[in-house]
């Protein structure tokens, strides 16, 4: 039996925090240990470009996603990894896929409206078509599952909007996609508010960070000064940080909690230890492959093969049924 594809991707805004290692890394993880998937798992330089940026921290930026992911254990023996702007197939379908959306449904999806109030000076035709050429990312592969966070819901109900449209009207067999879940598909805010992002400061922890940092940044979450009564969103995000951490201690502090005897310090150490625990062997293998810069162009030129070989023949095969071959 031919073996299912998934596509994941992350911007390359910066480096990795932990909401896109526990929402969508994780989930990739675990679909490439596991023999029945095809994994292809892209640094998106392309949907980066959809807000504002810098073209030299881009570059620099795109190096850093990478050197994270195969830090976090993607592996190019078992993955394709590459950079989206490689495989020109890519933007090629999204134009095509361009031609069954509407500019109204565009404009009501929450995200697009999100990114109008972060920058009203910048609400470009590539922000508008951002779930567009997601949907061409993942269907020029014929994925079917897609490792990432609860907040990329609506783009896939694009995906799967272009997916049957597609089909119906040129008769293609493109799949649903399916977001592929993990326990922490939406990890919030070190400030209690909202969800851990990039895009705000304070909110998050980088998989790069220190054992110092990490301390730092924990013992800042906001928490209340009574002890057992509702939790304040700073305490929930404590609690929700320990058990995707220490899933088996939550009964303990929570029980603590309770009885009022909870000390925050000593769960906010604690959890510090925690996470340390998990980066530490993430960061030494990040100094391994920095070492080797020529490793990063190798995996990337074999990815972009790889990658492009699959695109080639689902977008020939699109072209065809449209009349354009
Ligand atoms: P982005 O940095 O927006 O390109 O997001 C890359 C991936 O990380 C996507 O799969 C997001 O859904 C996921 N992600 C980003 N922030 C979070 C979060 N706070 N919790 C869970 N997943 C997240």
Redesign the pocket.
């Known amino acids: 039996m031919d073996k299912k594809r998934v596509l ?4 390359a ?1 910066g480096r990795l ?1 932990l ?2 290692y ?3 890394v994780k989930g990739m993880l675990e679909l490439q240990k596991n023999p029945e998937y095809e994994t292809f798992y892209m640094v ?1 330089d392309l ?1 980066s470009i959809t807000t504002p940026f810098d073209p030299e921290q881009l570059r620099r930026n795109i190096k850093e996603v990478v050197l994270d992911y195969l830090s976090a254990g993607l592996d190019p023996e078992k993955s394709t990894i590459f950079v989206q702007s490689h495989v020109r197939e890519h933007t090629e379908l999204a134009y095509l896929f361009s031609t069954v959306e509407t500019v109204a449904r565009m404009q009501h999806l929450p995200t697009f409206k999100e990114k109008v109030k972060q920058h009203p000076e910048n609400v470009t035709m590539a922000l508008l078509n951002y779930p567009i050429l997601m949907a061409a990312d993942i269907l020029v592969y014929k994925a079917e599952a897609v ?6 819901e609506p783009h896939l109900e694009i995906s799967r909007e272009i997916a049957r449209k597609m089909n119906e009207k040129y008769g293609l067999d493109f799949p649903e996609p399916q977001r592929f879940a993990t326990k ?6 070190l400030s209690g508010e909202g ?4 895009s705000v400061e304070g909110s998050y922890i980088n998989l790069t960070d220190t054992q110092d940092e990490i301390k730092k940044k924990i013992r800042a979450v906001p928490t209340s000064s009574n002890v057992g009564g509702e939790m304040s969103p700073g305490v929930k995000t404590l609690f929700k940080l320990l058990e995707l951490f220490a899933p088996e201690d939550v009964s303990k502090y929570s029980t603590d909690y309770k009885n009022g005897t909870l000390k925050f310090v000593v769960l906010k150490d604690y959890l510090s230890e925690a996470i340390f625990k998990e980066l530490q062997p993430i960061q030494k293998k990040r100094q391994e492959i920095q070492a080797d810069p020529e490793y990063v162009e190798k995996v990337l030129k074999m990815g972009q093969a790889k990658a492009t070989n699959v695109a080639s023949k689902v977008l020939s095969q699109t072209k065809k049924e449209m009349g354009l071959l």
């Open positions: 994941s991707g992350i911007r805004t925090h909401g896109n526990l929402g969508a998106a949907h490792p990432v966070g609860i907040d990329q922490g598909e939406s990890v919030p805010s969800k851990m992002s990039k």
